[in-house]
């Protein structure tokens, strides 16, 4: 694959993000693929999925501006934005995070993530976040929260 066609998945990627399709969002991705970020940690592809198909779900006000996209015929990177509700109580989240990925067969095999964790965690759980990004209790927090959410969400979907 060339570098414009690596540029125009991520850029198909990212659209298919905005639409909130996950499916869409999942033909971007090798069988193998692995995800990782500071909330989720590392996911491999059956768990990048079924991340991708709860965050679209459950986003209803989603904004995601994708800029910056590089590529050549094995990797690439974006900036992109992501602004949302988040939680219950549906705090404002501006959240900018620096995408980097590896190609194999015109395919995603490595998307990895990277953001503020304790920006975020001030903006989605306001003064608790901001309290906790001050101890290393945060991270773990984070992604046990991340996780156990995750895991709910699968075994809702294999019980449908």
Known sequence: MTAVDQRMLIKRFYEALARRDAAAM?????PDATFSDPVFGRLDAAGTAAMWRMLCTRARDLRVEATGIEADATSGRAHWR??????????????????SFTFRRGLIVEHVDRFDLKRWATQALGLSGRVLGFTPLLGPMV???AAASLAAWRRREQAE
């Open 26 to 30: 999942s033909t971007c991705y090798a």
């Open 143 to 145: 992604r046990k929260q």
């Open 82 to 99: 992501a602004a949302y509700s988040y939680g219950p109580t549906a705090r404002p989240v501006v959240n900018e995070i620096d995408a």
